[in-house]
Nanobody, 127 residues
């Protein structure tokens, strides 16, 4: 059974940093593209970043490019999202999700093509 568990969320001041983790079980990262998504109250879910299985290629939403970094540790079956220079508008519940494929590249999207999801972790950026 595929499981994804996010952790690392919390309350941080503007300009601060957090590192989110997405621990996966029941499957190996070798065959899955992993995406990070977020949903703020009253807003639609949006894609934040993604990383492919075959090449480790990454992509980012324009709003986080240069501030967020996605990475993976296949040995630990974990994907990370390092978030720096956080802004109040980054406040949201953050989710990771998995899609079975061997794509060489990934596009940031709203997540309709991802079939397995974690429960989410809250990130609040506030002074």
């Amino acid at each position: 059974q595929l499981q994804l568990v996010e952790s690392g969320g919390g309350l941080v001041q503007p300009g601060g940093s957090l590192r989110l983790s997405c621990a996966v079980s029941g499957f190996t990262l070798d065959y899955y593209t992993i995406g990070w998504f977020r949903q703020a109250p009253g807003k639609e879910r949006e894609g934040v970043s993604c990383i492919t299985s075959s090449t480790g290629s990454t992509n980012y939403a324009h709003s986080v490019k240069g501030r967020f970094t996605i990475s993976r540790d296949n040995a630990k079956n974990t994907v990370y999202l390092q978030m720096n220079s956080l802004k109040p508008e980054d406040t949201a519940v953050y989710y990771c999700a998995a899609r079975f494929d061997l794509a060489r590249e990934c596009k940031v999207e709203a997540g309709v093509t991802f079939g397995s999801w974690g429960q989410g972790t809250q990130v609040t950026v506030s002074s």
